[in-house]
């Protein structure tokens, strides 16, 4: 592991007080309070501090339920320099599924609304200064326990060790133009409890920047918030680039004319969002891809320079990518270091992506099962394809495959025909269990507002662009989708 960060993941608030004690580092709207980054580094102290006098121990886990904003941010980085091991959970967690997280992780101790723990107070700092506390662990020890989304079964803690989130960081750093530098002011309205919104957070203290933080997206208090405050990065979802393009384009070249950079993650951008967002601001968003267990940037559009429809880019520097088989058989031979470009031609098949690079987790909670292999690829469990340009296309989870006579169909394929329809906001496909052919394709469909869809035409126009076993035997209509705090489609309750 020689070359791999060693530090505790708090460091870079010390290193952002000694360097620029007075630049701004927080600007938390909702709370209406601005911290320097000298007054995160002695919140953080005093956090840090709270939680030993309570009896913290090495490794022992503090839950942490705040909204995006001051609090959180000192928070976390007081439960890493004090040696704990964060334990983020959604504010909107439900009441069984918050005993269930707090159990499964063991946490004692826990900042915000919590029941069966210690809750500590989270002012932000005290009126007496403390004694500065030296970091407690780093490289290997494990800083966060991050629960996934469950996309693909029940929820598990994704162990993620101070090394994997600053090698992360560090490399986000390494591209060009970097998503975050020293002058920038970062809009973070994602919540802190999914990996990238604390990405944003990470990025944020390692260059000294200045995040903005907003606890909730709303189209019109964020663009005033862009407007007042300068932003110049804004790091989003797609729902919210889609939000946004309602506004028009005078009021978005208003708020948004400090911008240089967009970038959205966590779920597919729509081309024809992609596309209206440059037509009414000039401004390109660049997409990314990961995964809670990969810390979670894995590639970017960045990488190539170019906001490919599609697309979610290349490995960003010191990330390997390859698709493999069920069995973890390499498909096309394998990657060079930092190039998958090489290896895959344009007819490149289609397999399940796989992942190395010092980002990586170091297994599930709590005995680090089914982490990387002994090479250290992880599979990540989305199913892809490369282009000749060596940029990754994602096709979709393997466990949302439907297989209608022992053909493959995969949902985002049928989706995309369907949301070519103008009447059509949004549409999941789901497999549904038939007699004869072991699973039939299922679409649920949102209507534009005031526009009507027929069942018929739907099913017209999907067979005169797909394969007979993918046109939908089942349509039905919904006024709105389910979806993660991330924007990120839930399928699983949409196939009864």
């Known amino acids: 592991m020689d070359g791999l960060p060693t530090g505790n993941l708090a460091d870079p608030v010390a290193e952002a007080s000694a360097k620029v004690p007075l630049h701004a580092a927080l600007i938390d709207a909702s709370a209406s309070v601005s911290l320097t980054w000298r007054q995160v580094d002695a919140a953080v102290d005093a956090c840090a501090r709270g939680l030993l006098d309570a009896g913290l121990r090495p490794g022992?886990?503090?839950?942490?339920?705040?909204?995006?904003?001051?609090?959180?941010?000192?928070?976390?980085?007081?439960?890493?320099?004090?040696?704990?091991?964060?334990?983020?959970?959604g504010t909107d967690a439900a009441p069984r599924e918050l005993e269930r997280l707090i159990a499964h992780s063991g946490a004692t101790l826990g900042f915000g609304d919590l029941p069966g723990v210690t809750v500590l107070d989270h002012a932000l700092g005290s009126a007496d200064p403390v004694?500065?506390?030296?970091?407690?662990?780093?490289?290997?020890?494990?800083?966060?326990?991050?629960?996934?989304?469950?996309?693909?079964?029940?929820?598990?803690?994704?162990?993620?060790?101070?090394?994997?989130?600053?090698?992360?960081?560090?490399?986000?750093?390494?591209?060009?133009?970097?998503?975050?530098?020293?002058?920038?002011?970062?809009?973070?309205?994602?919540?802190?409890?999914?990996?990238?919104?604390?990405?944003?957070?990470?990025?944020?203290?390692?260059?000294?920047?200045?995040?903005?933080?907003?606890?909730?997206?709303?189209?019109?208090?964020v663009l005033e918030l862009c407007e007042r405050h300068r932003v110049t990065v804004f790091i989003g979802v797609p729902a919210m680039y889609?939000?946004?393009?309602?506004?028009?384009?005078?009021?978005?070249?208003?708020?948004?004319?400090?911008?240089?950079?967009?970038?959205?993650?966590?779920?597919?951008?729509?081309?024809?969002?992609?596309?209206?967002?440059?037509?009414?601001?000039?401004?390109?968003?660049?997409?990314?891809?990961?995964?809670?267990?990969?810390?979670?940037?894995?590639?970017?559009?960045?990488?190539g320079g170019l906001a490919k429809p599609g697309s979610v880019g290349r490995p960003i520097p010191g990330v390997r990518i390859r698709l493999v088989d069920s069995d973890g058989t390499p498909i096309g031979g394998a990657p060079d270091d930092e190039s998958i470009a090489v290896d895959y031609a344009d007819d490149a098949d289609t397999g399940l992506v796989a992942a190395q690079g010092p980002n990586l987790f170091s297994g599930y909670w709590p005995d680090g099962a089914h982490g990387p292999d002994a090479e250290g690829w992880?599979?990540?469990?989305?199913?892809?394809?490369?282009?000749?340009?060596?940029?990754?296309?994602l096709v979709d989870r393997a466990g949302d495959l439907i297989i209608v006579n022992g053909f493959n169909v995969y949902p985002h394929e049928v989706e995309q025909v369907v949301a070519e329809l103008p009447s059509v906001a949004e549409v999941a496909a789901v497999g549904v269990p038939d007699e004869r052919a072991g699973e039939r394709v299922k679409v649920v469909v949102v209507p534009r507002p005031?526009?009507?869809?027929?069942?018929?035409?739907?099913?017209?126009?999907?067979?005169?662009?797909?394969?007979?076993?993918?046109?939908?035997?089942?349509?039905?209509?919904?006024?709105?989708?389910?979806?993660?705090?991330?924007?990120?489609?839930?399928?699983?309750?949409?196939?009864?």
């Open 378 to 393: 992880f599979r990540t469990g989305d199913v892809g394809y490369l282009d000749a340009d060596g940029d990754l296309h």
């Open 131 to 221: 004694e500065p506390v030296e970091p407690i662990g780093g490289g290997e020890d494990l800083a966060v326990i991050a629960y996934t989304s469950g996309t693909g079964g029940e929820p598990r803690g994704a162990m993620l060790s101070h090394r994997a989130l600053l090698a992360n960081a560090a490399q986000l750093a390494r591209l060009r133009p970097a998503p975050v530098t020293a002058t920038d002011r970062v809009l973070l309205s994602i919540p802190m409890s999914h990996a990238y919104g604390l990405s944003g957070l990470w990025q944020v203290a390692a260059t000294g920047a200045t995040a903005v933080l907003v606890d909730r997206f709303a189209v019109d208090p």
């Open 450 to 496: 005031g526009e009507a869809v027929d069942e018929d035409a739907v099913r017209a126009h999907c067979a005169e662009r797909l394969a007979r076993f993918k046109v939908p035997a089942v349509v039905e209509f919904a006024e709105g989708l389910p979806h993660s705090v991330t924007g990120k489609l839930r399928r699983a309750g949409l196939r009864g």
């Open 60 to 89: 022992d886990r503090v839950a942490l339920r705040l909204p995006t904003g001051a609090a959180f941010a000192v928070a976390v980085f007081g439960i890493l320099r004090a040696g704990g091991v964060a334990v983020p959970i």
């Open 242 to 303: 889609t939000a946004l393009t309602a506004a028009g384009a005078d009021r978005l070249g208003e708020a948004l004319a400090t911008l240089r950079l967009c970038t959205s993650g966590a779920a597919p951008l729509d081309a024809r969002t992609l596309a209206l967002f440059r037509a009414e601001t000039g401004l390109s968003v660049f997409e990314g891809y990961g995964l809670t267990e990969t810390g979670p940037v894995l590639t970017s559009t960045l990488v």
